[in-house]
Nanobody
Framework: QVNAVESGGGSVQAGGSLRLACVTS?????MAWFRQAPGKEREGVAS????????YYADSVKGRFTISRDNAKSTLYLQMNSLKPEDTAMYYC??????????????????????WGQGTQVTVSS
């Protein structure tokens, strides 16, 4: 079981940047960032292997967002640049606590992840 606590959300204007952090406890697992806007389904944004060498991104954030991790600090990050109003959502981190199958990590379907944090709100105004 992994306990995850997200932070770093806030309100910014379009074109701005934010850096989200997710502090975890427990073993090191493959992890991902998800987001959910009001009235929409939760969607995967970016994912990363336990060692941090392989990353995947949703097409909507490629080139703007960067996922990384510092295992010594048990922290997962999401650097978000060139933010757009459509990035407005609650952002969550989650882990694959079993075997990290790369196809599951790449697919970023919420059902494949567990140990969700409480989320951090990101609001981007135009």
């Amino acid at each position: 079981q992994v306990n995850a606590v997200e932070s770093g959300g806030g309100s910014v204007q379009a074109g701005g940047s934010l850096r989200l952090a997710c502090v975890t406890s427990g073993a090191t697992y493959c992890m991902a960032w998800f987001r959910q806007a009001p009235g929409k389904e939760r969607e995967g944004v970016a994912s990363i292997t336990s060692g941090g060498k392989t990353t995947y991104y949703a097409d909507s954030v490629k080139g703007r967002f960067t996922i990384s991790r510092d295992n010594a600090k048990s922290t997962l990050y999401l650097q978000m640049n060139s933010l757009k109003p459509e990035d407005t959502a609650m952002y969550y981190c989650a882990a694959i606590t079993g075997a990290c199958v790369l196809s599951r990590l790449r697919g970023m379907l919420p059902d494949g992840f567990s140990s969700w944090g409480q989320g951090t709100q990101v609001t981007v105004s135009s």
